[in-house]
């Protein structure tokens, strides 16, 4: 899958009826740290695909398994004779957000790609793949010319003002856009990535289909790069602050792995200068990811990409507890806490990279981490990135998961809109903007259960009030739950799991 020469290499024995990787000075003692505390991660991955159809936008498939919800915005783009239909809710509201979804898109498609066996062998890859593809043919159908591509579908001021379910929602579906006067350069690059990394996972599934997706990558790409402007302007919500830098390196190393064309990877390394050293990895700051993507090739052979290297293993440092370097800190129950505020975001990517790296330096037979005086092993940088997703599935001071439906405690009041609203099944009379109060003010459990949804975490002292009003804490988004598929994914199987693919040059 993608483009270039890639290859494995393994190198796992098995002593006393454990894994242990010696090649990488794996001991006993490292190796006891990824027994602790394990869960069902194929149970827990399916529920957190399965969030993904709670929000759909749109005319659902024949095939939708989440029963509580129905067909919903079924005249979008109509203002502007333009058919917008499809996507995804972003998080708890009813408005499409055209920059976030596309970045959810993309990890996704991630995921897909790097542990397509594992996810296989639980059965979610089908549902994974059809999820991935709902979210992209939104975005080509948002890109309508060359020099436009739809961002926002939905007046978000007025949808928060109002708590009605998206099937009874008559807020005004304003519409959004980028163009060559109006630039949002984040947000095409993105939506470049998201379709570069699909039209991979499809490859081998439906060719057409995947060099459709590859068509419009390359069109957003060029847009994106040629109208150079911040989305920040043009944006109302999720306005970029990070500049768009690390999306045009992102989307290139994307096209580069989608097609193997030198001229991305020439793009690449005539501006890697670009390339920062950062302690996050979120929807607005792609840097970890493409320094994550891109340290595989230099790895592999492209010694032209030594900066994405030395910046991803910056990014580690930053991270692992008892690193010298570290500037994340943790709660005291041990889970990253960069800002209180959807923390569990920054959680579940950070968990996402460190999981990547860790494999890929296994493949390759490296080592680890030097950070300063302090040195990690793959197994401890895995073993760390587990112990955040074990946090969020349950092993944590509240003893509850903060993923809805999965274990026996999990929040009750999710701040959602359509699950906190009783299903257009079962009540079939309009509920509309100032009604739905009286259940967003209820002391009574959401009547809909949004199975695989996060919630947006704890505080800083491990607290978690279970309180709808609580957006910060309560509200799910859809990019938290694509990062959390990809480090749920890399967990299945242990630390014997089926291998990925490794980059050469």
Known sequence: MGGGNWGVMTMVFVVLGCVCACAYGVSLQEESLLQSASFDYGEALGKAILFFEGQRSGKLPTEQRVGWRGDSALNDGKLENV???GGFYDAGDNVKFGFPMA???TLLSWAALDYE???????????????ISWGADFLVRAHTSPTTL?????????DHRCW?????????RTLYKITPKSPGTEAAAEAASALSAASAVFKRVDINYSRELLKTARSLFEFADKYRGSYQASCPFYCSYSGYQDELLWAAAWLHRATGDDKYMNYIVSNQGWSQKVTEFSWDNKFAGVQALLAKQYIGGNKNLRKFKGDVESFVCALMPGSSSVQVKTTPGGLLFTRDGSNLQYVTTASMVLLSYAKLLELAQVDGVQCGSDHFTATQIRAFAKSQVDYILGDNPMKMSYMIGFGPKFPQQLHHRGASVPSIRNHRAKIGCNAGYSYYNSPSPNPNVHNGALVGGPDFDDGF????SDYSHSEPSTYMNAAFVGSLAALLGGNEAAVGEFVTS
């Open 83 to 85: 058919n917008l239909t």
């Open 150 to 158: 739809y961002t926002q579908i939905g007046d978000g001021n007025s």
């Open 164 to 172: 009605e379910r998206p099937e009874d929602m008559d807020t005004p």
């Open 465 to 468: 009030r279970d309180q709808r």
């Open 117 to 131: 066996g594992e996810i296989s062998s639980v059965n979610h890859l089908e549902h994974l793949r059809s999820t």
């Open 103 to 105: 970045f959810t898109i």
